[in-house]
């Protein structure tokens, strides 16, 4: 392999450098139907699940064609996917926040044709390279993080869990039977890159054992007073410990403290907490973040943990797709799934979808735990 | 044949959705092959790699990516974050495997011009695996080694004129809704306004001077398409002030079931006929409005924009015309203190593009101001606030008091109200006091 030079000389490292000029501006890319009607749209259809139908002002008409991804994506995907947006589209495409695609045609006749195209590409272990669904009042694709693939916080992969959910619940990602929208998303740890905390249904990675301390490296890596800081709980301090007749300056950990966050070793790599039997997934539900009807709302843990079954986490897609079809079921036409649960009492939907309620259930973090407890004699038998 | 058994992710493989798996083994097979005959600038094995080292932490139940690392471009204190396997000698394709953000065009529209360079420069300088898109917006390159970090940031803003999206304690690439371009409901040109402030905060994005990460959000109306006011330090929803427009002819067509509801969106599932009064009517949280002589009433002052009777019927009702926007603060994931909800910063402010959008930029730099001299390191937003208080950040934003910025007044009396605040002050005389009171 030879270096091949784009032109940047580390020797100057300033000369012809361009810093600063942020992303390209969005009209370059707009599809000349939709750079025409900007602004000016009057109404949209949804038209069958995954094709929608745009009306502008003018009477023009945009049809979008949607499908779902995989989010990791290479380099020879991508390369295919233009190909689909130039033979069809112009080549032009769009992605939606959920990691979606959407080609944008002009006739219905193209459109259902680049549908047909679509759902006729296969990899070739056997799965849809483009799925068309994702719309209306089913399940879109999964918003997600990095998991095992390519961070180091980790409790659980990303890509794993949301392909053996989406497995799961693809029906209802093609087809729009539900009493609305449900949005599941993902984050592998509690920094939640993924915010998965105002989702209608949320996979999370938790940790469940404290840091084991690196006595012997933790000084040489980590600065002590910011891993003591770090702790929201403070739960670390520094200590000195003494191995083989060497004193190590290094920090203790008051274990019944420790909520398994991670925070500490984000500052000090010397405080790792991964661990294969203590580390799985909680599940969350009830979360919305639009203002339609009710408001935005947080996701609730109503599974404290279910351990990592890799590669397919059986008992969390079985825990889900309980949660989604009773939900499917029981709610009224545009109830969210967390409205649902309201409205019926969670005591009520612990019940029907077959979920256990523990201590581990009722909060204890902090002021805001106390606003979750119950403060009437309205409750249910 | 393979260079690694994967027999735990192979299982990955069946099952309709689309597999990450498949897609990484059949970039794998073509770099082996490269019929372009690159030369390629990082390990041609390198997804075989990944997915070996995957496939370990599928047996293991535990990461094999060691923490951290500070990699970048020079001036520049984020868009990259160094990334190392911990079993470098099993898997050296993955040794050093950087990701690079690169700043995405506003609302992810893309041709497939821009597509095709940047996979070229990832095809030859990166691992040939990509997220579209990490959760914040930006476009994730995966895997690169650092001699490739400057060359590539040299290659995307000299042929892209693209530049990297952000990292680290700083100001995280802004995203907004699709709006205009595609969505009737739009209240501003969220696109816009979020490529405005992008540039315009070009050095806050690229040298961190924060306590911690900064988030924008910009959805164009109350349905919050990206999340602004879950997911944003500052989120920017799109509202209006005056009356929903209504079409009664519009409204006759969905009561007759000419036209589906909620634009088609149920057609999944027999719901049975569309009744105004149980869909729409009953369901209005602010029971603003009625259904008399086949019309739709509306006591506009009442509504809470909440986009229901909208949504359930786009064709007969319409957004408002005296549009603007509402600033939300402080929104966050749980670390450290727990998750928050943005909270209603500034319940209407103009957008408007003839002043530079002004007005924003104005309540942005004094929020960010109080927050720089406040915060703590590694304190978001949210969490300062609820330290000091939202009247302390109103009253440093200058964005003035209004009760629709509470839920409901305040529970406890123990008001800390401040000498100024009372007459006489507090200073006192205690032999004064003992005139009237003896010891
Ligand atoms: S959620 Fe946690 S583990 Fe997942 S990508 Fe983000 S920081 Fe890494
Ligand atoms: S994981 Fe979190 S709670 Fe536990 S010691 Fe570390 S910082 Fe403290
Ligand atoms: S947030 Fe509103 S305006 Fe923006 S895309 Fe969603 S529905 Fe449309
Ligand atoms: S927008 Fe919501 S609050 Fe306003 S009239 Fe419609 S349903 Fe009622």
């Known amino acids: 392999m030879a270096f091949i030079s784009s032109g940047y000389n580390p020797d100057k490292p300033m000369e012809g450098r361009i810093s600063d000029i942020g992303p390209r501006h969005f009209t370059e890319f707009l599809p000349p139907v939709i750079a025409k009607n900007f602004g000016k749209w009057d109404y949209h259809e949804i038209l069958e699940p995954g094709l929608l139908c745009h009306t502008g002002v003018s009477g023009d008409k945009a049809y979008t064609v949607r499908c779902g991804t995989a989010r990791l994506m290479t380099v020879t995907h991508i390369r295919e996917i233009c190909d689909i947006a130039d033979k069809f589209c112009g080549g032009f495409l769009r992605f939606t926040t959920r990691n979606n695609i959407e080609f944008i045609l002009e006739s219905l006749d193209e459109a259902k044709e680049l549908m047909k195209f679509l759902e006729a590409q296969k990899f070739e272990g056997g799965s849809y390279k483009f799925p068309v669904g994702g719309t209306g009042a089913g399940v879109t694709n999964i918003v997600h993080t990095q998991g095992w693939v390519h961070c180091h916080t980790p409790a659980t992969d990303a890509s794993g869990t949301v392909k053996a959910t989406m497995d799961a619940v693809f029906d209802d990602f093609k087809e729009m039977k539900l009493p609305a929208p449900v949005r599941i998303s993902m984050a592998c740890c509690l920094n939640m890159c993924g915010a998965v905390h105002c989702s209608d249904i949320a996979i999370l990675g938790i940790h469940r054992k404290p840091p084991i301390i690196d006595h012997k490296y933790l000084d040489n890596l980590c600065e002590i007073p910011l891993a003591v800081a770090a702790c929201p709980t403070g739960a670390v301090r520094p200590s000195k410990v003494e191995i083989d007749g060497e004193t190590y300056k290094t920090v203790a950990i008051k274990e019944e403290r420790c909520m398994f966050c991670g925070n500490c070793y984000t500052m000090c790599p010397s405080l790792p907490l991964s661990d294969g039997e203590g580390d799985g997934i909680a599940i969350m539900v009830g979360g919305k973040i639009s203002n339609r009807l009710t408001k935005p709302a947080f996701s609730k843990v109503v599974v404290p943990f279910v351990p990592n079954e890799p590669p397919r986490w059986p008992t969390m897609t079985k825990v889900i797709k309980k949660i989604l079809d009773t939900y499917a079921a029981e709610a009224n036409k545009y109830e969210r799934l967390g409205d649902w649960a309201n409205r019926i009492g969670w005591e009520r939907f612990f019940e029907k979808c077959d979920l256990e309620f523990s201590a581990h259930l009722i909060d204890d973090f902090r002021d805001p735990a106390y606003y979750t407890w119950r403060q009437t004699s309205q409750f249910k038998w | ?439």
Not at chain 2, 73 to 98: K, L, N, S, T
């Open chain 2, 1 to 439: 044949m393979a260079k690694h058994k994967t027999p735990l992710l192979d299982q990955l493989e069946s099952g309709p959705w689309p597999s990450f798996v498949s897609d990484i083994k059949q970039e794998a097979e073509n770099r082996a092959k490269n019929e372009k005959g690159l030369d390629y600038q990082v390990a041609v094995d390198c997804p075989e790699d990944l997915l070996g080292v995957l496939e370990m932490s599928y047996t293991d139940g535990e990461t094999h990516w060691k923490h951290g690392g500070i990699v970048g471009v020079f001036g520049y204190g984020g868009g990259v974050i160094g990334r190392y396997c911990d079993q470098p000698e099993m898997f050296p394709g993955v040794a050093h495997f950087h990701t690079v953000r690169v700043a995405q065009p506003t609302g992810k529209w893309y041709t497939t011009d821009f597509l095709r360079q940047l996979m070229d420069i990832w095809d030859l300088r990166g691992s040939g695996l990509t997220n579209m898109h990490g959760a914040t917006g930006d476009i994730v390159m995966l895997g690169t080694t650092t001699p490739q970090l400057e060359e590539i940031f040299w290659e995307l803003t000299h042929d892209m004129n693209n530049d990297l999206g952000g990292s680290g304690s700083n100001l995280r690439t802004p995203a907004a809704c699709m709006g205009m371009s595609r969505c009737e409901y739009a209240c501003y040109d969220s696109q816009e306004l979020c490529y405005n402030l992008t540039q315009e905060y070009q050095d806050e994005l690229h040298r961190p001077a924060f306590p911690y990460k900064f988030k924008f959000k910009f959805d164009a109306c109350p349905n919050g398409c990206v999340a602004a006011i879950a997911r944003s330090d500052l989120g920017f929803l799109g509202t209006w002030k005056d009356p929903i427009k209504i079409d009664q002819e519009k409204v006759a067509a969905y009561v007759g079931g000419e036209i589906a509801p909620n634009a088609g969106a149920h057609a999944g599932r027999d719901w049975g006929a569309f009744d105004i009064q149980k869909e729409v009517v009953d369901l209005c949280p602010s029971q603003c409005l009625s259904y008399e002589g086949g019309k739709l009433v509306m006591d506009h002052k009442e509504c809470v924009r909440c986009m229901h009777c909208i949504n359930t019927m786009p064709q007969a009702l319409k957004i408002g015309d005296e549009r603007g926007v509402s600033m939300f603060c402080g929104a966050k994931a749980p670390i450290l203190d727990g998750p928050q909800m943005g909270s209603l910063l500034v319940p209407f402010v103009e957008v408007n593009k003839d002043d530079d959008y002004q007005a924003i930029k104005d309540i942005i730099e004094n929020v960010w101001d109080w927050w720089m001299d406040e915060g703590k390191n590694r304190e978001r937003i949210g969490e300062t606030m609820k330290r000091l208080g939202f009247a302390a950040l109103a009253e440093a934003a200058g964005v003035g008091i209004d009760p629709r910025q509470v839920q409901e007044p305040r529970h406890n009396p123990y008001i800390f109200w401040k000498a100024e605040d009372v007459e006489g002050g507090w200073e006192r005389d205690i032999d004064d006091f003992r005139k009237r009171h003896q010891r």
